[in-house]
C-alpha cells in the first residue's frame, strides 16, 4: 500500500488557524453591525427629513390659517365699528331734533295784538367720546359708546301792541307754555321765559296811531344725548 505525504499540511492547517482565528471573526461582525447601524441610521434619517416635511406642511397650513384668522378678526371688528356707527345714526335720524311738529304747535300760539318777527333754534352738540371697558381685579366697567348731548334752544322775537304795554307778552308766554307740545317737551315752566326784559314804547313804522313793545322769549329744551 503504497505511502502518501502532505508537504503542505502544515500550511493548510496554519491557514485553517488564521480562518478560524476569533479576532478576525469579530472583525467581520464589527464591520456587520457598522453597516447594520449605518443602515439604521439612514432609515432614521430618512424618516426624519419625512416628519421635517410633514411639519413644514402643517407650518405652511397654520401660517395660512392664521393669516385667514386675522383677516376674519379685523373683519368682525370693523363690521362690530360699522355696526355700532349704524346704531348711533339711527339714533340720530330717529331721535333727532324736529321742526316741524314746533312750528305746527306755534300755529296754536296766537294771542290778540302780538306779531311775531323771528323765530330761531339753535343746536349746540357736546361731543363724549368712548370710553373701553377695564378689568380690575373683581372690578368690570363696561365700555362705552361715543354719544353727542344736544342743547336746543328756541328764541321768539317779537311785537306787542296791546294796551298796556307788555300785558300781551305775558299773555303770550303762558299761552306757549298750556300746549301739548310744550308741556311734553319742556316739563319745567320756568325753561319758558322772558329774557332781556321789555323794550320802551315804540311808534309803529307804517301806523303812527299804534305803539308797541318788543319782547324775547326763549324756551331751552332739556338736554338729550343722540
Do not use: H
Not at 28 to 35: K, N, P, Q
Not at 146 to 160: K, Q, V, W
Not at 187 to 202: D, K, M, T, Y
Amino acid at each position: 500500500m503504497p505511502i502518501r505525504l502532505n508537504l503542505l499540511a502544515e500550511q493548510l492547517a496554519e491557514e485553517e488557524l488564521r480562518r478560524r482565528d476569533p479576532v478576525k471573526r469579530a472583525g467581520w461582525a464589527c464591520a456587520l453591525l457598522a453597516v447594520a447601524v449605518l443602515a439604521w441610521s439612514g432609515y432614521l434619517q430618512l424618516k426624519v427629513m419625512n416628519a421635517e416635511a410633514v411639519l413644514n406642511g402643517y407650518k405652511d397650513a397654520w401660517n395660512d390659517k392664521a393669516k385667514e384668522y386675522k383677516q376674519v378678526t379685523e373683519n368682525l371688528k370693523k363690521t362690530a365699528e360699522y355696526k355700532q356707527k349704524l346704531e348711533l345714526l339711527t339714533a340720530l335720524a330717529t331721535n333727532r331734533f324736529l321742526v316741524g311738529p314746533l312750528l305746527n304747535a306755534l300755529q296754536f300760539a296766537g294771542v290778540d295784538d302780538i306779531q311775531l318777527r323771528l323765530v330761531q333754534t339753535e343746536s349746540v352738540f357736546r361731543e363724549e367720546p368712548a370710553v373701553k371697558g377695564k378689568t380690575n381685579g373683581a372690578k368690570i366697567t363696561p365700555p362705552k359708546p361715543a354719544t353727542s348731548t344736544e342743547t336746543m334752544t328756541l328764541t321768539i322775537e317779537g311785537r306787542d301792541y296791546g294796551s298796556p304795554p307788555g300785558d300781551q307778552s305775558f299773555r303770550f308766554r303762558q299761552k306757549i307754555t298750556t300746549l301739548p307740545y310744550f308741556k311734553t317737551n319742556i316739563p319745567n315752566e320756568s325753561s319758558i321765559a322772558l329774557r332781556g326784559g321789555l323794550s320802551a314804547v315804540q311808534s309803529d313804522a307804517v301806523d303812527a296811531s299804534r305803539s308797541f313793545v318788543t319782547f324775547k322769549l326763549v324756551c331751552d329744551f332739556p338736554p338729550k344725548i343722540r
